[in-house]
């Protein structure tokens, strides 16, 4: 049984929501006809709600866990106590009903504040591949991107793709490292994707949609349910203590895949800056490999980037 919405009735609109799946089974996506709001908010529970007299609303239903609420569409995120299959239909049927009854999403006078930033650009050793870092924590975990396709969920990545230039994206903690194509030079963007990306955290708007399940251990990444031997083991320690680090200070990442003991070969992810740079074969040869060698003896014999 579900809380009814309380509402004054307005003049009606006729406001239409669509059902749309994300790649995160607890989020649902109510996809509107109408502009719903301006920015982007998140509200983890009803009290970060005031400002927004709909997702206080929503927060009455006993497994809405956060809303969030754009240009365009309202997100639920549930706790595990129901399928989405189960209520998506009435919770849509309200949600229209609350719309089209004139009710306030998100009050004007009540916008987001502006958040102090500072963003700086760096360069990589990858001449294809620029660093923007922000004074302030942006993801929890590495989220890295081929295609707008793969963005859904992240609408900053989602809106830098919309810039022609912009190839592959990866956000980390603090930076944004970009990827572009060569039908530019860095000069003539640097500026443009600087300020761009200084703006969208400023006016605080939301720069993923919820954490996703993107595991920060690179044991966990290919292989979370095996059982790794202890060479495996002692290789995801090192890339974690030693490599990961100082890959990250360039805009990178590394994660770890498997490891062969009869070729002794370990098996390597490269992503953001890291990925397709000209320099990651060195890296791996005088970097990587020869510290795995010198700290696992006899083990190792090679690191290969299945990705590179």
Same mark, same amino acid.
């Given at each position: 049984?579900?809380?009814?919405?309380?509402?004054?009735?307005?003049?009606?609109?006729?406001?239409?929501?669509?059902?749309?799946?994300?790649?995160?089974?607890?989020?649902?996506?109510?996809?509107?006809? &109408?502009?719903?709001?301006?920015?982007?908010?998140?509200?983890?529970?009803?009290?970060?709600?005031?400002?927004?007299?709909?997702?206080?609303?929503?927060?009455?239903?006993?497994?809405?866990?956060?809303?969030?609420?754009?240009?365009?569409?309202?997100?639920?995120?549930?706790?595990?106590?129901?399928?989405?299959?189960?209520?998506?239909?009435?919770?849509?049927?309200?949600?229209?009903?609350?719309?089209?009854?004139?009710?306030?999403?998100?009050?004007?006078?009540? *916008?987001?504040?502006?958040?102090?930033?500072?963003?700086?650009?760096?360069?990589?050793?990858?001449?294809?591949?620029?660093?923007?870092?922000?004074?302030?924590?942006?993801?929890?975990?590495?989220?890295?991107?081929?295609?707008?396709?793969?963005?859904?969920?992240?609408?900053? *990545?989602?809106?830098?793709?919309?810039?022609?230039?912009?190839?592959?994206?990866?956000?980390?903690?603090?930076?944004?490292?970009?990827?572009?194509?060569?039908?530019?030079?860095?000069?003539?963007?640097?500026?443009?994707?600087?300020?761009?990306?200084?703006?969208?955290? *400023?006016?605080?708007?939301?720069?993923?949609?919820?954490?996703?399940?993107?595991?920060?251990?690179?044991?966990?990444?290919?292989?979370? &349910?095996?059982?790794?031997?202890?060479?495996?083991?002692?290789?995801?320690?090192?890339?974690?203590?030693?490599?990961?680090?100082?890959?990250?200070? &360039?805009?990178?990442?590394?994660?770890?895949?498997?490891?062969?003991?009869?070729?002794?070969?370990?098996?390597?992810?490269?992503?953001? *800056?890291?990925?397709?740079?000209?320099?990651?074969?060195?890296?791996?040869?005088?970097?990587?490999?020869?510290?795995?060698?010198?700290?696992?003896?006899?083990?190792?014999?090679?690191?290969?980037?299945?990705?590179?």
């Amino acid at each position: 049984m579900f809380y009814v919405f309380l509402h004054k009735l307005l003049k009606m609109k006729n406001s239409n929501l669509k059902i749309e799946k994300t790649n995160i089974a607890t989020i649902l996506k109510f996809t509107s006809n &109408d502009i719903l709001a301006s920015g982007s908010h998140q509200y983890n529970n009803i009290d970060e709600a005031k400002n927004s007299p709909l997702a206080q609303q929503l927060f009455y239903l006993p497994f809405v866990k956060r809303v969030y609420i754009s240009a365009n569409f309202i997100a639920l995120e549930r706790f595990p106590i129901v399928e989405w299959s189960d209520v998506q239909d009435e919770v849509k049927d309200e949600i229209e009903k609350y719309l089209n009854a004139g009710g306030v999403v998100v009050s004007q006078e009540e *916008a987001p504040k502006k958040i102090p930033v500072e963003v700086y650009a760096e360069s990589t050793p990858n001449p294809s591949v620029l660093k923007f870092v922000a004074n302030l924590k942006l993801v929890d975990n590495d989220l890295e991107f081929k295609n707008s396709e793969e963005a859904e969920n992240v609408p900053l *990545a989602i809106e830098l793709f919309n810039f022609p230039f912009v190839k592959e994206i990866f956000i980390s903690e603090n930076y944004v490292s970009i990827t572009k194509n060569d039908t530019v030079e860095w000069n003539e963007i640097t500026v443009e994707l600087r300020s761009f990306i200084r703006q969208f955290i *400023a006016d605080g708007k939301t720069i993923a949609l919820a954490t996703t399940a993107v595991p920060q251990k690179v044991s966990e990444v290919y292989m979370p &349910d095996i059982e790794l031997d202890d060479v495996s083991k002692q290789i995801i320690d090192i890339l974690e203590e030693y490599i990961k680090p100082a890959v990250a200070s &360039d805009g990178g990442n590394i994660l770890f895949q498997s490891y062969s003991p009869s070729s002794k070969t370990v098996n390597v992810i490269l992503q953001g *800056a890291c990925s397709g740079c000209p320099s990651s074969t060195i890296t791996l040869k005088n970097g990587i490999e020869n510290m795995l060698k010198q700290l696992i003896p006899g083990k190792i014999d090679e690191v290969v980037a299945v990705n590179s």
